[in-house]
């Protein structure tokens, strides 16, 4: 499969059908970091791509995308490739191995749910605003407080267990991890560097959002449960 037929391949076979689809909007924007868009390409020029897309209540709008940002695109059948291999704009990747790096991106946005990243965070956040309540008997017997009772849920929440979650997406943004067969869509990249190096930084993007959203969810989660409880 040469180089065109790949992409006009990937564009109607894998992209378009999951995608926002109408028959109107036909042409396919494929993003360097994965992403698709489906619209109606207006012009490529002076470095900025135009196009018409509709919105769920059918209106059209028109979108502009930075053409650095924007791998290809394709319009009645032709597609045009805007990537150029240029160290002075940090695009060290030939043609190929951006393609490759591209497809990972997509499969990882398709494929790779960080379920564990989440609900893990989510317990944490709420572990640890749920800890903020607790007041040890110590503090009891210490004359410069007057809490008359320890436990969890005895004095008000701080904002201590915001930093939790920015801690989790840290810590989540280091681990490393296998990409399973089953998470590959484009099966013939299966032993291809540039590929799984896309497929990472996109699924490394969500871990790091995943546990973001779980941890904040969880410290809302153990403060409404002070409120409700007190």
């Not at 943004?173 to 484009?186: D, G, N, T």
Request: proline share 4%; aromatic share 14%; charged share 15%.
């Amino acid at each position: 499969m040469n180089f065109v037929k790949t992409i006009l391949f990937v564009s109607f076979f894998y992209l378009l059908p999951l995608a926002s689809f109408s028959q109107s909007y036909t042409d396919s924007i494929i993003l360097l970091n994965g992403r698709v868009y489906n619209g109606h390409v207006q012009s490529s020029e002076n470095g900025l791509l135009t196009y018409e897309y509709p919105n769920k209540k059918g209106e059209v709008l028109l979108g502009f995308l930075d053409e650095y940002r924007v791998f290809s695109y394709t319009t009645q059948g032709k597609t045009s490739v805007l990537y150029k291999q240029n160290e002075s704009m940090n695009n060290f990747l030939t043609t190929t191995e951006a393609l490759n790096a591209t497809l990972g991106s997509y499969d990882a946005r398709q494929t790779f749910k960080p379920r564990v990243t989440f609900w893990s965070s989510l317990v944490i956040g709420c572990a640890a605003s749920i800890y903020d309540t607790y007041l040890p008997e110590s503090v009891l017997n210490n004359p410069k407080f007057t809490y008359t009772e320890a436990g969890f849920f005895t004095k008000k929440p701080s904002l201590l267990p915001i930093l939790v979650p920015l801690v989790l997406s840290a810590g989540w943004a280091i681990p490393s991890f296998k990409v399973k067969e089953k998470q590959i869509l484009q099966t013939y990249l299966k032993n291809d560097e540039s590929y799984y190096r896309g497929y990472h930084r996109v699924a490394k993007q969500k871990r790091i959002l995943a546990a973001l959203k779980g941890g904040l969810i969880g410290v809302g989660v153990g403060m409404l449960t002070y409120y409700v409880v007190q």
